[in-house]
């Protein structure tokens, strides 16, 4: 592998929507490189358009994430066929339930939020497409690595380290062993308050023609004050839309 590359790449990391733009010096302190590699790696990323400096202010010199990141963003999201598939049926959710609606996959070893249907309701949740999170917390993540193969769900419970996100989060390894296995008896995942306290989080699997799970279906719902009742008829409904979606991937049920 070109080491080079490898280090250039991996600056694009250190930018978020927390962190919109970064000076050289954070850079050089995020990645521990010397500033005049970082420097040469940065300047070698703006030429090519993916980042760019406010040239026009003098005090402003900090680095941002270029234009061509978003061309090639967007190249990426036209081509997740499951994300244009799912879409409509997550709009028809939300329709039906008037709740915000995810789309939710499995990346390197983390829960990517691909898609998001808004609802009308003032509710202030933490997702956004594209973020990231670990597999224990929360309805979506968990039901992908239920559903993931047993070696490699084993690989990641030996490698993990939970660290909580509120008082809701699972504690320990053996409280999620026992989750996961709820959730593969069951077919389906709910979390209480694990991210946004006062919350309910319910998913279910989508899945393509070999039968793997691709996706997780999910809807957050504020409040935890429901009957098993209607918790009951709402994940019925999530999963009549998810075997929609998976009869569109080639899923035969």
Known sequence: MNQSVIKALRLLQYFSLETPKLSLADIA?????????????LKSLEEEGFLTRNDH??????YMLGLRLFELGNIVAEGMELRKIALPYMERLRNEMNEVVHLVILDRKEAVYVERV????????????????PLYAG???????AFMK???????????????????????IDE?????DDIKANGYSVSY???????????????????TVIASLTVVIPGDNFSEEKKSEMISQLQFIANEISRKCGYCL
Do not use: C, W
Request: proline share 8%.
């Open 29 to 41: 302190r995020y990645s521990g490189l010397t500033k005049p590699t970082a420097y040469r790696l």
């Open 57 to 62: 202010n003098p005090d402003d010199k900090d």
């Open 118 to 133: 808004e609802t009308d309701q003032p509710v202030k949740l933490f997702t956004r497409i594209g973020l990231r999170t």
């Open 139 to 145: 309805s979506a993540p968990r039901l992908l690595l």
């Open 150 to 172: 047993e070696s490699e769900r084993e690989q990641i419970l030996n490698e993990m380290k939970i660290a909580p996100f509120t008082e809701s989060t699972v504690k320990s």
């Open 176 to 180: 999620l062993r026992s989750l996961l």
């Open 193 to 211: 308050g694990e991210f946004v306290p006062g919350t309910l989080g319910m998913s279910v699997p989508i899945k393509n023609h070999t039968a």
